[in-house]
């Protein structure tokens, strides 16, 4: 399942600051979103795509609210550097499985580049076969029990943005380009070296230093229809020592995601973004029906799939 899920959501968000008005002070959003998850068993062999075999695989939904402190920081009387600022941004998400704040600080020294750094903390539990909190143990994932262990992510980061409209004029001129490096350490507190572990129902994860490399291409249109486009996501971990007695089998894998969505905008404080995604996760040389067997596997190529249906409601205060 995706990494994050609702990646194309919060890489939007940053894009559709390229056509923001200029603010000061506090705003605020709240955003809502939700995934349905389309069923597709797993097939042993080399690299190859798996075809649905039935509809529903499960659904997961979250709530987040955003408060953004914008701070002008002009560094010179130039276009380019007038308008720089830094965005002082908290968050609250809970979903049914897990709660954490997350606290970031964005700094745009140029319209077309942004430096982000941040954290969060959070917990979880386990209801009705989701797993929102476990971690992998004796061939199983197993609850923990919420507040006694926390999931924590901390990040830095780096986005080149560009409009094509910034150059030819006219409100039909604007082709949008980004592309984001991102270096995180996630875990789990109190997980021995090499345990995997699940987070907001995806398993698989495991304590460490990884790398995620996310690009937009986009057509923002003056419709209700307000911008399609094409959304890529690479991610994975810099060394196989993070998997312990696993690594040689199981050992890194780069996942890829890839999207495609549609942005509808009711007025200026309501949107609605419409995706679908497609990706990939590791094939196995020997059949199995659940992840939790995939530990005890030998990896043998890439198998790709189609995910899940994407729905992201924003409203702005």
């Known amino acids: ?36 998850y389309i069923e597709s068993d797993y097939q042993k062999g080399k690299s190859h795509f798996a075809e649905p075999t039935g509809p529903y695989d499960g659904v997961l939904a979250r709530g987040t609210l955003n408060a953004t402190y914008t701070l002008p920081t002009p560094l010179g009387q130039s276009e380019l550097l007038s308008e720089a600022n830094v965005e002082f941004k908290g968050s609250l998400e809970i979903s049914p499985l897990t709660i954490r704040p997350i606290f970031s600080i964005d700094f745009t020294p140029l319209p077309f580049l942004v430096f982000e750094v941040g954290s969060s903390i959070g917990t979880g539990w386990n209801m009705l076969g989701f797993e929102g909190f476990c971690k992998y143990k004796n061939g199983d994932y197993r609850d923990i029990t919420p507040f006694t262990q926390y999931y924590h992510n901390h990040w830095v980061n780096a986005t080149l943005q560009f409009d094509f409209g910034e150059i030819f004029e006219g409100d039909w001129n604007h082709v949008i380009m980004m592309a984001t490096y991102e270096m995180f350490y996630q875990g789990i507190t109190g997980l021995d070296k090499g345990q ?30 307000d911008m399609i486009g094409f959304t890529a996501d690479f991610y994975g971990q810099y060394s196989s020592k993070d998997y312990g007695d696993i690594a040689s089998t199981y050992g890194k894998f780069m996942t890829i995601e890839l999207s495609v969505f549609a942005e509808l905008a009711f007025n200026k404080t309501n949107s609605l973004i419409i995706g679908a995604y ?8 020997t059949d199995h029906k659940e992840s939790k067997e995939e530990p005890y596997l030998v990896k043998s190529g890439r198998e790709w799939f189609f995910d899940c249906l994407l729905l992201s409601w924003e409203h702005k205060f």
């Open 1 to 36: 399942m995706v990494k994050n899920l609702f990646f194309v959501c919060s890489i939007l968000a940053l894009s559709n600051s390229i056509f923001a008005e200029e603010t000061k002070g506090f705003s605020y959003s709240l955003k809502v979103d939700g995934a349905y």
């Open 278 to 285: 497609v990706s990939s996760r590791r094939s196995f040389a």
């Open 196 to 225: 995997l572990w699940a987070w907001q129902n995806t398993d698989g994860y495991i304590n460490g230093l990884g790398y995620d490399i996310y690009t937009v291409l986009a057509y923002k249109m003056p419709l209700f229809v």
